[in-house]
Each structure stands twice: as C-alpha cells, then as structure tokens.
T-cell receptor, first 116, second 115 residues
C-alpha cells in the first residue's frame, strides 16, 4: 500500500530563492502535519491541517513559510527568500482523524533542503 | 516546552535491556514514542494516554506517570533491529480536558545494539 509520499527527496537551492515541497498523504487521512528536522535533533512542529484548514500554524518560524492544502489531500510547504538556516529535512506526516488526541503519525521519507 | 530525554545515547549487547526516559514540564494529554533509523522516516511504536490506556507495539512496553509528567520506554531482550534513535513526543493537555493535537518531540536517544 502507498505510504506518505514527499517530493522532491532532495532540493539544493541558493540563498534567496523560492522553494516548494510537496506531500501526498495516505488516502483517507484527514490530519496532515509538517515537521522540520535538523541533524541530531528531534522533529520540530511547523503546522497541522485538519482537512483543508490549518488548525495550528504556530510552529512556522516566520512569514517566509506558508503551507496550503486546498483540497484536503495533497499539501505544499512554500518557503520564500530561503536562508541558509532553512537547511533541514522537512518531514510530512498524516493521520486518521481521531476524537481523543493525536493518533499514530505516518511519516514520509522527507525532503532534504540545502540552501547554499 | 520540549520534553527532555535521557540518556542521550546507550550501547547494548544483543539480549540486554534498556530504559529510555522522557519528562515534561507541561501537563500532558499523552506521550508518543517513535523510532528512527538513520536516513529513514520515524516509525510509530506506542501511544500512552492520560488515564492509563496504552496502544502500540507487542514487544516494547512503556509507562506514563501522569503526576510527574514522565514516561519510560522499556526495551527488553534487545535485538539488532532495535538500533536507532528513539524519540518521545508529548501532547499537551488543555484545561477542559482535551489535547492540543500537536506533538513536541525530544532530542532523541541513540540506541546501538551490538552482536
């Protein structure tokens, strides 16, 4: 069965450029999360979608970061005017809707972003 | 707000046991445990809910002390396949009893199991 798919798997860009990272969640999963992981660190929460709406975007570092999920399935994380500090692995995870807290998260393999 | 994990790293021989601890300064709704192998995605192991309900892996057990906001993951009779980095993720409880639907992960514990 298909898991969470993320593209591209690797992205090298120059400082100041615009980047889009795509996440295709498991079919039927209404909850979608974006995390960022730096070397030697745990995943850092960025944003959480329930359906099409961003239920919690408190983890987005600044207004250069934006994410959408227009049809409640595929999500795109957009980073404007990239900086070297944005370099990390960006992880997407999806989950079935649960009524009692966060359910089991299924993570994708991640998109490794390198800003030169 | 990030939970604190200990130890940072542990090395075992196959068949030995290990305990990994996770503590939070916040009132928790649940604690989640994930394992990540190098270059791979984190994989779910366990959820421990406030109230004692536990969901997850057959061969790995865990505890959740709600009063102390602490959780421990118990790996018994370790196998080579247990090697990886273990992360706890904490979910904050809200005043009305619900959760914030957001996992905050610790820095991880690197477990190495040698033959």
């Amino acid at each position: 069965g298909a898991g969470v798919s993320q593209t591209p798997s690797n992205k090298v860009t120059e400082k100041g450029k615009y980047v889009e990272l795509r996440c295709d969640p498991i079919s039927g999963h209404t909850a979608l999360y974006w995390y960022r992981q730096s070397l030697g660190q745990g995943p850092e929460f960025l944003i959480y979608f329930q359906g099409t709406g961003a239920a919690d975007d408190s983890g987005l570092p600044n207004d250069r970061f934006f994410a959408v999920r227009p049809e409640g399935s595929v999500s795109t994380l957009k980073i404007q005017r990239t900086e070297r500090g944005d370099s990390a692995v960006y992880l997407c995870a999806s989950s079935l809707i649960v009524t009692s807290g966060t359910g089991e998260l299924f993570f994708g393999e991640g998109s490794r972003l390198t800003v030169l | 707000q990030q939970p604190v994990q200990s130890p940072q790293a542990v090395i075992l021989r196959e068949g030995e046991d290990a305990v990994i601890n996770c503590s939070s300064s916040k009132a928790l709704y649940s604690v989640h445990w994930y394992r990540q192998k190098h270059g791979e995605a984190p994989v779910f192991l366990m959820i421990l809910l406030k109230g004692g309900e536990q969901k997850g892996h057959e061969k790995i057990s865990a505890s959740f002390n709600e009063k102390k906001q602490q959780s421990s993951l118990y790996l018994t009779a370790s196998q080579l396949s247990y090697s990886g980095t273990y992360f706890c993720g904490t979910e904050v409880g809200l005043e009305y009893g619900g959760s914030n639907y957001k996992l905050t992960f610790g820095k991880g514990t690197l477990l190495t199991v040698n033959p």
